[in-house]
């Protein structure tokens, strides 16, 4: 009997899910039985994300061991992600400015949904300048950074220890023969969490269809369709030309992440495949030192979808409130987002928290995100793809910046 590819098992239990939200809607049972299902298999995922970035990182950190090309490294990767992210936040602004789908919304048959969560965290939270944003990526207390899952820090103290462990030369070889043994493990055990991922998903989406239902869309459907579509256009336009430039067929580089991007939008999160796309990219010839330096770090400062994202919704609320966003309102929300979105980058539901850190500062009330926040898991769904083709595909681009040449079978399969 031939196989079920994983692909096709996470679809499965994308549209069981849907089916099942969709004949329980509204029940509250659906909640109580389904979503502890999902929560383990997203807590199965965390579990093994900071040992993989931490081995990978330490062992191929280890065996470059030159710190001038770390920082060549460190500076190509923050100058390419600042660059994308930024036209990933023009791109939202046209699509706004072109589409209005805020214009003409009738906020009377709109449903408010409870925001004080994102408040809190909002007010919790530090919203960092750019330097204080990098000031904070040096931890105190590494322990404390590993328990919070302060990615940046984690990145920071892997780097400086792998760089300790290449400079005591032989005396280092155990310690990096532990670290890629801890990999090989965790990679194994990321295969097997996979295995019911497509229970994970059934879980999840079950869930949001029956909380929410697909009727709530319908008075949002403009923006839901705008979000959609700008998120699509970067795809395969922006990123479609990046990867052209360094020589990869967007289309086939979308089929060999299908798996991953399949299940990145079932979940809405981009930690679930974080290990995958580790993986897939040093298979087809990232050298581990980019693929576990660049992707981690993209999940802080590469969130092309989310910024797009936040550029639309911005926008959809001043048109929804009637208010007039002149050119000079809008570069200032351009220049907020490219700060905002790196200063609390990793903090759960991001993308409302950057917006209430940022509505503010352009006039924009921030109380219309109560509006939006009903289908921010779909929108969410979209936002995660782009956000995992764009840290997927840095890797490449940093790989072939630096020098570095994909193994022939795997040009053979994006090229």
């Known amino acids: 009997m031939r196989k079920i590819s994983l692909a096709w098992q996470i679809f499965i239990g994308l549209a069981l899910g849907i089916i099942v939200g969709a004949i329980f809607y509204g029940n509250p049972n659906v909640e109580t039985y389904l979503q502890p299902i999902g929560n383990i298999f997203i807590r199965l995922i965390k579990m093994i994300v900071i040992p993989i970035v931490v081995s990978s990182l330490i062992v191929g950190v280890a065996g470059t061991g030159d710190m001038k090309s770390l920082g060549k490294l460190g500076g190509k990767t923050l100058l390419y992600f600042e660059l994308v992210t930024t036209i990933a936040i023009v791109v939202g602004l046209f699509a706004a400015n072109i589409f209005h789908p805020g214009t003409g919304v009738d906020m009377s048959r709109l449903t408010k949904t409870d925001i004080n969560t994102y408040v809190e965290t909002a007010k919790t939270t530090e919203t960092h300048s750019m330097v204080d944003t990098f000031v904070n990526i040096v931890p105190t207390n590494i322990m404390q950074s590993l328990a919070n899952g302060d990615m940046l820090a984690i990145i920071f103290f892997s780097v400086m220890f792998g760089l300790g462990v290449a400079a005591i030369g032989e005396k280092g070889i155990p310690i990096v023969n532990f670290f890629k043994g801890t990999a090989e493990a965790m990679f194994y055990v990321t295969n097997q969490v996979m295995k019911v991922a497509p229970f994970g998903v059934f879980a999840l989406i079950g869930v949001t269809v029956s909380k929410f239902g697909l009727s709530s869309l319908i008075p949002l459907g403009k923006l839901v369709i705008v979000v959609y579509g700008a998120m699509i256009f970067f795809i395969l336009v922006v990123l479609g030309l990046v990867a052209k430039l360094v020589g990869i067929n967007i289309f086939k580089f979308l089929k060999y992440l299908k798996d991953e991007l399949l299940l990145g939008y079932s979940t809405a999160s981009s930690e679930t495949v974080l290990p995958k796309i580790m993986e897939k990219m040093e298979k087809l010839g990232c050298p581990k030192a980019i693929t576990s330096f660049v992707i981690p770090t993209g999940y802080s400062f590469n969130l092309d979808g989310s910024t797009l994202y936040q550029a639309i919704a911005a926008l959809f609320l001043a048109q929804m409130y009637g208010i007039h966003m002149s050119i000079g309102h809008q570069i200032t929300l351009v220049l907020v987002l ?78």
Not at 341 to 362: N, R, Y
Not at 382 to 408: F, P
Request: proline share 3%; with cysteine.
């Open 338 to 415: 490219m700060i905002t979105s790196k200063g609390i980058a990793g903090v759960p539901g991001v993308s409302f928290v950057v917006l209430l850190a940022t509505l503010g500062t352009v006039g924009i009330p921030v109380e219309g995100l109560a509006f939006i926040a009903g289908i921010d898991r779909i929108l969410d769904m979209a936002r995660t793809c782009v956000n995992v083709v764009g840290n997927s595909l840095a890797a490449i681009v940093i790989t072939k910046w630096e020098g570095h040449k994909l193994d022939d079978s795997g040009e053979e399969q994006v090229a």
